[in-house]
């Protein structure tokens, strides 16, 4: 088992910057790759951003040039640094890592974009 616990959300204007954090409870973000989802109210889960075990990442169109997935293998954690933040970015936010033949999932963190 693994549980992973997403930290960082909250409330920022249009523009402004957030940065999530997930941490696993076992030393497995250096091997694995990690990823990023969010939902929206009303809305399917979106895949974000990934970012493999050896560090190549991918984005969503839409959060392409204003999102950023790092990782630090050493704390076991993995980052979503957000800028340019708009109202549509307004979700739950996930983190998620497929480990021993699943799925793992966090329990989410807001984010609210709003003037």
């Known amino acids: 088992q693994v549980q992973l616990v997403e930290s960082g959300g909250g409330l920022v204007q249009p523009g402004g910057s957030l940065r999530l954090s997930c941490t696993a409870s076992?030393?497995?973000?250096?091997?694995?790759?990690m990823n990023w989802h969010r939902q929206a109210p009303g809305k399917e889960r979106e895949l974000v951003a990934r970012?493999?075990?050896?560090?190549?990442?991918d984005y969503a169109d839409s959060v392409k040039g204003r999102f950023t997935i790092s990782k630090d293998n050493s704390k076991n954690t993995a980052y979503l640094q957000m800028n340019s933040l708009k109202t549509e970015d307004t979700a739950v936010y996930y983190c998620s890592v497929f480990w021993r033949g699943r799925e793992h999932w966090g329990r989410g963190t807001q984010v609210n974009v709003s003037s």
């Open positions: 076992r030393n497995i973000v250096g091997t694995n790759g």
């Open positions: 970012i493999t075990g050896g560090g190549a990442t």
